[in-house]
């Protein structure tokens, strides 16, 4: 059974940080693109970060320099460290994972930046 189990979301302070992970299992993670996508009250879900098999990333513009994916195939898990966090990254974080098929998704986790 494929699974993908997000944690280290919660609440944190505006200029904070705070580092999500993704647990992969039931697939073959190493050969897949990871990546992170957040959804907001009200908004369309977006591609946050990516990083394809062979290491290679992409960040949307609104977080470039502040977010960092990172992966480790041996233990199966892709990583989003996030800096700097303003109010408007508030919102359900989701780790993917696609090798050119449908897509599988954890089951989200919170992030809050708020004072």
């Known amino acids: 059974q494929v699974q993908l189990v997000e944690s280290g979301g919660g609440l944190v302070q505006p200029g904070g940080s705070l580092g999500l992970s993704c647990a992969g299992s039931g697939f073959i993670f190493s050969i897949y693109t990871m990546a992170w996508y957040r959804q907001a009250p009200g908004k369309q879900r977006e591609l946050v970060a990516a990083?394809?098999?062979?290491?290679?990333?992409n960040y949307v513009d609104s977080v470039k320099g502040r977010f960092t994916i990172t992966r480790d195939n041996v233990k199966k898990m892709v990583y989003l460290q996030m800096n700097s966090l303003k109010p408007e990254d508030t919102a359900v974080y989701y780790c993917?994972?696609?090798?050119?098929?449908?897509?599988?998704w954890g089951q989200g986790t919170q992030v809050t930046v708020s004072s």
């Open positions: 990083m394809t098999s062979a290491g290679s990333t």
């Open positions: 993917s994972a696609n090798q050119r098929s449908t897509p599988y």
